[in-house]
């Protein structure tokens, strides 16, 4: 039985041609164009140029299909370098794999080689990746790129559940102020009693860049009179939550996207170390939220 072959293609540009890369309307007139131009540590690189009288430079610049298998991963990525030097020109490009797009878009301001991806998950037998620019003007497109990699990838699910039932945190880092206290049912929960503004709990997780974490927990207030508030999330993305009525266990959950190969989930409190600032928390779960593919033997 013939083994099958998983994708993996590197274009690193050193032999002067696009390996069947094609442009985008964004290299044209009105827009950027582009030219090879050699580096010294890199050889054949990509050179962007857009004129600052360019008046329509944004949209896909380069762009290919591949052949995908449904339900597979597959992650692209590629190094860029900003070229113009003056303050205030910003390089934002967004990558695609099908219809996901890299969130957030990355915005490059300095003059160095910085390599991004992320990976998506395949929903038909040909996947088109592609690499845009966002910006319509002629400030802060000139850029190099080189090494547009794109590979499939094997995922490994990420579900993992704190309960506190082991008297232990799980691997979470936890500010002061959270004491373990025992649960009706004979398990364990954290509560907050005299905790101060900011970060209450933390935890790092590896994360496939492009890819979808969620964060769930269940929350109550200690004493129906009190009036705590909490944020939670990751890479700048938070969610406030006040308890108000909520004497009663409710469960709250958010959704991150990480451009990175790890993500750090926060929970932190808005309310000072107060009497009227008490709660408790329990049931930790980190997920991955997208498909998972089965990859045949």
């Given at each position: 039985?013939?083994a ?5 293609e ?18 044209g007139?009105g827009?950027s ?29 380069l762009?290919?299909t ?6 597979r991963?597959?992650?692209f ?6 070229t113009k ?14 219809n ?23 929903t ?16 802060g ?6 090494n ?15 309960t506190?039932?082991?008297?232990t ?15 009706e ?14 970060t ?8 496939i ?24 999330g990751a890479?700048?993305?938070y ?9 009663e ?7 991150i996207?990480?451009p ?19 709660y ?18």
């Open positions: 039985m013939k099958e072959t998983m994708l993996d590197l274009t690193d540009f050193n032999n002067g041609t696009l390996n069947q890369w094609e442009m985008g309307p964004a290299l007139p827009g164009y582009l030219r090879f131009v050699d580096d010294p540590l890199r050889g054949k690189v990509l050179s962007i140029v857009t004129p600052e009288t360019a008046k329509d430079a944004h949209g896909i610049i762009k290919k591949f052949p995908t298998v449904p339900g991963a597959y992650a990525s590629y190094s860029v370098r900003p030097s003056n303050g205030g020109y910003t390089t934002d490009l967004v990558a695609t794999i099908g996901k797009h890299c969130d957030p878009f990355q915005s490059l301001t300095i003059d160095a080689w910085q390599s991004f991806g992320f990976t998506a998950i395949a038909s037998p040909t996947t088109t990746v592609s690499l845009s620019n966002n910006i319509r003007s002629g400030w497109n000139d850029y190099r790129l080189d547009f990699w794109v590979k499939e990838v094997k995922l490994e699910s990420l579900d993992e559940l704190t506190f039932d082991d008297q945190l799980g691997g979470w880092s936890a500010g002061t102020g959270l004491n373990l206290q025992p649960t049912t004979g398990g364990y929960h954290l509560s907050a009693l005299q905790v101060s503004e900011g209450v709990l933390k935890k790092t997780f590896p994360a860049p492009g890819l979808t974490y969620e964060l769930s927990f269940d929350a109550k207030k200690i004493e129906p009179k009190d009036t705590p508030m909490l944020r939670f890479l700048n993305k969610t406030n939550y006040a308890f108000v009525d909520h004497h266990w409710k469960k709250h959950t958010v959704k996207s990480s990175y190969d790890k993500i750090e989930f926060i929970v932190a409190s808005l309310s000072a170390g107060t009497s009227f600032s008490r408790a928390i329990d049931n930790f779960r980190v997920r991955l939220m997208d498909a998972i593919p089965v990859l045949d033997d």
